[in-house]
């Protein structure tokens, strides 16, 4: 299946986000990621090591990250909860949107 471009800017609950394109990514702690959603800049980086399904996985995965940090409902849940739900959703959307 061919996949399309991931977009370059989404709209999410807490306004514009920006998608950037990396090579590789790397935590603060510095381990090595596929994405990572920063709230204060409104950005979503996403590695170009993974292959596009995989791409849009991470996009999606991360679009719930920001829908839990823009509703405030992540200062509620501990961080395996969050990535828990983030991976559910991400399978979903994935699923849904290209089979």
Known sequence: MKYPALPATVEAPGGTITIILKPTL???DGTECW??????NRTIEIATAATKRHQWRTLYHELCHAA???SGISQGMTDPMQETLCECIATARI?????
């Open 35 to 40: 994405g990572m959603f920063d709230l204060a």
């Open 95 to 99: 699923r849904e949107r290209f089979g």
């Open 26 to 28: 790397r935590h603060p």
């Open 68 to 70: 839990l940090d823009d």
